[in-house]
């Protein structure tokens, strides 16, 4: 089997995961880091002649395990318009482009075992997650938006999909301004109100990343 159908194997089997799952898990969100978790474990095989010929096949299996995870923890997202992510899985397309989003998941921790076994943790990125509901975003060149822009004030909860300004673009919500955003322009809120969230001036563009305060 190549390498490119093995990867559509995955992804149809991490859509098929989606679409079954019940929505229900409580998904691992960090939303300052704008990541969704989730750990997999891959038991070594006893069989393997050794721990160092089990160690590739077994890491794989973590991964997968991950993956699923992933798949089964999605479904319960949040999103600004009201509702989870479940319900917008009914789209194919969307699905697929989710189910894509996992299979591309990034390793942020991975733990070899002495007997060959591996625990691994994957993040997909919740920007993905917003680009595969809504597809690219298009910037207009050439391109003078502040790349950072704090928002002060908001009473909103963290969900996906908000319109910030009129702009829908990447957002990550924080309690504390990191230091590298330190020196970013800053905007207040004025309302929200569905999956809107208003701003008293207009700052920034959809190549900007805006720092919500959540306090």
Known sequence: ????????????SIAAALLLSSGSAAADVDWAKGQITAEGLGVADRHAPSPAAAREPARRRAEEAAKQQLAAQLPALPLASGGTLKAKLVDKQIAARIARAVDAAITVAATPHTDGSWNVTLAVPIEAVRLALVGPRTVAKPDGDPPIVIVEGSKAKPAIGYAIGGIAAAA????????????????????????????????????????????
């Open 172 to 215: 990550l919500w924080v309690k504390d301004v990191p230091a590298w955003a330190k020196d970013a322009p800053r905007v207040k809120a004025t309302a929200a109100s569905g999956a809107a969230i208003e701003l008293a001036s207009k700052r920034g563009g959809a190549s900007t990343l805006y720092l919500v305060l959540a306090k």
């Open 1 to 12: 089997m190549t390498g490119v159908a093995r990867t559509m194997v995955r992804v149809r």
